[in-house]
């Protein structure tokens, strides 16, 4: 699928979006470029991660699902103003108890950067992403005032446990198929960890 947008005036962007029978998922906005993930990029978002989280963010329960295995870089995504990477999403895939889900993050946007509707641009094109290849959920541990305008809710305590505690009004969930959230009940482990 090719879909494109093009206007006159120069003001207007342009907006490129290949799906499945190409393998490719980017899309051009002005000088912003979005594309998946790929290894080359790991130092830049590494970096990134240690800008916005600190080191604060190895002890943090995401930190010890994601430590398990790798992210899905199929379902991750950077944005760049040439050369640098200026913001990241990450999709890792999860069990939680004996349903299959995702993990979102981190997301993070670089400060210069912020409020340009990157890290927007970042959600939708990392949740499209996982509905076309068939996922059915999605958990995230952040604050529901900004994450709810991508429609997670939040998890009724005690039916989603992570592997360290989480304040349970941050433990946040997204469904790509209805009902899909009365499934997954346990404890969240890598998807390399389920037996």
Request: proline share 5%; net charge positive; with cysteine.
């Amino acid at each position: 699928m090719l879909c494109k947008i093009d206007g006159n005036e120069p003001t207007k962007a342009r907006l490129l979006l290949r799906l499945p029978s190409s393998g490719l998922f980017s899309m051009i906005y002005t000088d912003i470029i979005y594309t998946h993930e790929r290894s080359v990029h790991d130092l830049d978002i590494e970096t990134l991660n240690a800008t916005a989280f600190g080191p604060a963010r190895y002890t943090r329960a995401v930190h010890f699902v994601r430590q398990s295995g790798p992210h899905d870089l199929s379902l991750s995504f950077i944005a760049s103003a040439k050369p640098n990477v200026v913001g990241s999403v990450r999709m890792t895939q999860i069990a939680i108890g004996l349903a299959k889900a995702l993990l979102l993050g981190p997301i993070v946007v670089r400060s210069d950067y912020k409020n340009a509707g990157i890290g927007s641009t970042l959600m939708n094109m990392t949740l499209t992403a996982a509905r076309y290849a068939g996922h059915q959920l999605v958990i995230l541990v952040g604050d529901k005032s900004y994450y709810h305008r991508f429609n997670f809710q939040r998890v009724p305590e005690r039916k989603i446990i992570m592997p360290a505690p989480v304040n349970p009004n941050r433990l946040l969930a997204h469904e790509l198929v209805e009902g899909a959230l009365l499934q997954a009940t346990g404890i969240v482990r890598h998807i390399n960890c389920v037996r």
